[in-house]
């Protein structure tokens, strides 16, 4: 492989097309990079409100036990 690579004449390279390429894929990289950084924000958002939902319902759930267990020892008792 290195043979083929030294086999190149640079001389003949286009310095302008290789830039071009070069801040072509540049700008492709940091446009995934602002995808990927906002995919994140918005991954970390949802995990928040995922807690906070789970959080909520497990609370409802024992609480709603709570007061059934209440209520039937209020009415056994009167």
Request: glycine share 2%; no cysteine; hydrophobic share 35%.
């Amino acid at each position: 492989m290195h043979k083929e690579f030294s086999i190149l004449d640079s001389s003949k390279l286009d310095k302008n097309a290789v830039t071009s390429d070069i801040d072509a894929i540049s700008k492709n990289m940091k446009r995934f990079a602002e995808a990927k950084t906002l995919e994140i924000t918005i991954l970390k958002e949802r995990e928040v409100y995922r807690r906070e939902f789970l959080g909520n319902i497990s609370h409802e759930l024992k609480t709603h036990n709570e007061n059934d267990i209440i209520y039937h020892n209020f009415t056994i008792t009167f």
